[in-house]
């Protein structure tokens, strides 16, 4: 019997949807269409397949998220992986938060991160750049008008430049609206 999850975990849950997934095989062509380019371009979710109810957003929605999550240049990788993971940690998004938690941990090959985080959220004990990441995220998903100079400062002051502070506030963004459709739509369950 599954159960649902409620605590921060690296081990991705199963998402289980409220709305009945797309079946394919009954997929119009817009739709077929619009699923063509899937978030990282690998298999097709059932959480893409709930949106694709809707075309015209996941049309947008995939690009976006793609390009915000995967371009070249800017922050890296893995620091987006920590803007992610600190706004699903505020939203309370287990899924997500679990699943950028292990892409951070598959793209920099360490775990301890992530379990510092986990552990200890804000007061985790990790090195100051990721820190200064982990906590604009916070900061921004919790209340994003509260997000100041100071807090670009401190950024700046941990070595990110324009183009890397750029992309953690659209990393961080993104995920503050992802995680509002992940808890509307479904809920993350255990096996």
């Known amino acids: 019997m599954s159960r649902v999850v409620h ?15 797309l079946d394919l095989a009954e997929a119009s062509r817009e739709q077929l269409d619009a699923l063509k380019v899937t978030p990282s371009n690998t298999k ?36 987006r992986e920590i803007g992610a993971v600190g706004a699903s940690m505020v939203n309370r998004c287990i899924y997500c938060a679990a ?30 750049r990721l820190k200064a990441i982990l906590n604009f995220s916070v900061k921004l998903s919790k209340c994003p008008s509260d997000a100041d100079e100071a807090d670009l400062q401190a950024l700046v002051d941990a070595g990110l430049g324009k183009d890397e502070i750029l992309d953690l506030i659209l990393s961080t963004s993104l995920f503050g609206w992802a995680n509002r459709l992940m808890h509307t739509l479904g809920e993350p369950l255990a096996e």
């Open 7 to 21: 605590e921060f975990t690296t081990t991705v849950p199963v998402w289980k949807p409220y709305v009945t997934p």
């Open 44 to 79: 097709v979710s059932d959480y893409v397949l709930v949106l694709a109810h809707d075309v015209e957003t996941l049309k947008h929605r995939t690009p976006l998220f793609n390009a915000v999550m995967y371009n070249k240049g800017g922050l890296s990788r893995a620091e």
């Open 99 to 128: 699943v950028h938690a292990g892409r951070y941990n598959q793209l920099t090959k360490d775990e301890t991160v992530i379990d510092a985080i986990f552990a200890d959220g804000n007061d985790a004990d990790i090195e100051p």
